[in-house]
């Protein structure tokens, strides 16, 4: 399956964007996916991910009650809804699929897409 991720630009903290990631080549019904982002300088980090049937989400701590993962099958996408924007969610958003668990290791994904870069000004 291949992923790609869009809909990162620049915007200024507080703001709000929304992260799409769409699949081709096979269907995402079957896969856990995940979000996860680069900052420059830094390792890749994971944001959020949810099961295939959409019911089980997880988190990372720092964007816990600001970010939402959503998935919507039928149409082979994947969204992240980034609320309330600080300048350290700057990085480069990548999506990513995992056909057995909801994890927060890249290393447990086996499809990732090109990144998206999201920049917040303070």
């Known amino acids: 399956v291949q992923l790609q991720a869009s809909g990162g630009g620049l915007v200024q903290a507080g703001d709000s964007l929304r992260l799409s990631c769409a699949a081709s080549g096979g269907t995402i019904s079957n896969y856990v996916m995940g979000w996860f982002r680069q900052a420059p300088g830094k390792e890749r980090e994971f944001v959020a991910a949810?099961?295939?049937?959409?019911?089980?989400?997880h988190y990372a701590d720092s964007v816990k009650g600001r970010f939402t993962i959503s998935r919507h099958n039928t149409e082979n996408m994947v969204y992240l809804q980034m609320n309330s924007l600080k300048p350290e969610d700057t990085a480069v958003y990548y999506c990513a699929a995992d056909p057995t668990t909801l994890s927060g290791i890249p290393a447990d994904y086996d499809y990732w897409g090109q990144g998206t870069e999201v920049t917040v000004s303070s």
């Open positions: 949810i099961t295939w049937s959409g019911r089980t989400t």
